[in-house]
């Protein structure tokens, strides 16, 4: 069973502030993802990477860093963090087969005040 | 570009009523498409795969269908359950991108 896990699970942060989201995958797949869900949006791509080292742009990267450590390892940087970047976080990995699944973890919600 | 609509952003139904979810697509690619669920505080988690070769996929009771004249795909489910309550996307796989683009969601509720 593919596993996904996130870290924290909830963060509160003040305007300004310096966030780092975890993302862990223990499936050995190459591709890893950091959405963003809002109400009325859906889930939105902010940043991806094919293996450790790489990185590559989403459609809502604004603000948004991200840097891919390991094969297992993904991690999410708000350095500044707004009260625009309050949302649902996901990470998710996959396999690099045209057809194959994303695997999502159980989320991070943070709230910039 | 290429991009998915989910206009229905609630669905309440009674047990056992027929469910349909409808999802209009655009893309000039050759698109695969899905259907995923999201349970109550959990991540989304894949329901069905439809390719335009097969038209059709189903599982856990539900069937997912795809008109390539009108350019959409639905979901639909027979007859519902409590448990089927969740937020369900629809999203889109153009061949050659491993970038999956989704609907907005449908949050469906059903009442005992």
């Known amino acids: 069973e593919a596993a996904v896990t996130q870290s924290p699970r909830n963060k509160v942060t003040v305007t300004g502030g310096n966030v780092t989201l975890s993302c862990r995958q223990t499936?050995?797949?190459?591709?890893m993802y950091w959405y963003r869900q809002d109400t009325g949006h859906g889930l939105r791509l902010i940043h991806y990477s094919y293996g450790a080292g790489n990185l590559q742009i989403g459609d809502v990267p604004d603000g948004y860093k991200a840097t891919r450590t390991t094969q297992e390892d993904f991690f999410l940087l708000l350095e500044l963090a707004s009260p625009s970047q309050t949302s649902l976080y996901f990470c998710?990995?996959?396999?690099?087969?045209?057809?194959?699944?994303?695997?999502f973890g159980p989320g991070t919600r943070l709230l910039v005040l | 570009g290429d991009s998915v609509i989910q206009m229905q952003g609630q669905v309440t139904l009674s047990e056992n009523d027929f469910l349909f979810i409808n999802c209009t697509y655009s893309?000039?690619?050759?698109?695969?498409l899905f259907w995923y669920v999201q349970y109550s505080g959990e991540g989304p988690q894949l329901l069905l795969q439809v390719t335009t070769a097969n038209n059709k996929g189903s599982s856990r009771g539900f069937e997912a269908t795809y008109d390539k004249g009108t350019t959409s795909f639905h979901l639909q489910k027979t007859s519902v359950q409590e448990i089927d309550s969740a937020v369900y996307y629809c999203a889109m796989r153009v061949s050659g991108s491993w970038q999956l683009i989704f609907g907005s969601g449908t949050q469906l509720t059903v009442m005992p």
């Open positions: 998710a990995s996959s396999a690099p087969g045209y057809q194959d699944t994303q695997y």
């Open positions: 893309t000039t690619g050759y698109p695969t």
């Open positions: 499936n050995s797949h190459n591709y």
